[in-house]
């Protein structure tokens, strides 16, 4: 599949400011948490009854708590997490120059701001807040990522075929930030417009040898 083309080259600039729009309402949500609320269920705050919470969580590792093993699964996650930013940012300027659809580009400028949003915390809260998780080579590049919405929709043990988090407790699951829900709405937005984002491509039909045109006999031939 391919992206759909427009007959219009879009500025990057209107993308990159609305993946700027989303880390900066981000990082001020996570500033916020952490100044006003305390940790854990202590300070947790009810938004709509039981179902959704306001819950200060530091998150060491990727999305729903899952880690790669200590003590440098950290440190290869922000650097995988730096090199996507970097992709993402030269996929996003590559698509404005081929005339892309803006609804798709958009989708894409979602997931930045939210993969932005994610990597400050891994690379400054350990130094900025002093997250970092005890026993760290460094407080560079191991913070932890706070997540503060809480959906309990599950609390127990994952299954333990679960890769990465499987066997782990779960005492509220999910609990996430404005980061994560940007990249989930971002891909969320582009698998319900494929249609619309993407053109399939179809190989050329050789013709039929039935169809093919009939060409007039050589008139000096008919002679």
Known sequence: MHPTLTTRQHSAAKFFLLALFIIVLDQLSKWAVHTYMQPGSA???????????????LNPGMAFGAQLPAPYGKLVLTAFRSLAVVGLVYYIIR???????????????????GAVGNLIDSIFYGVLYNNAPVGSPTRWFYGQVIDMIYVP???????????????SYSNGFP?????????????????????????????????????????????????
């Not at 300070?43 to 969580?57: D, R, S």
């Not at 698509?95 to 701001?113: E, H, N, P, T």
């Not at 179809?202 to 031939?221: G, R, T």
Request: overall charge neutral; hydrophobic content about 50%; some cysteine.
């Open 95 to 113: 698509l404005c120059r081929q005339r892309v659809a803006a609804g798709y580009i958009a989708c894409m400028a979602l997931i930045l701001g």
């Open 175 to 223: 609990i996430f930030n404005i980061a994560d829900s940007s990249i989930f709405i971002g891909v969320v937005l582009i698998l319900l417009n494929q249609s619309r984002f993407f053109n399939e491509s179809q190989p050329s039909a050789a013709p039929h040898p039935e169809s093919a045109p009939l060409v007039a006999p050589d008139a000096e031939k008919l002679a």
């Open 43 to 57: 300070g947790e705050i009810p938004v709509l009854g039981q179902f959704a919470k306001l819950n200060y969580t």
């Open 153 to 167: 929709l599950y609390v127990g043990y994952f299954p333990k075929s679960w890769p990465l988090i499987g066997g």
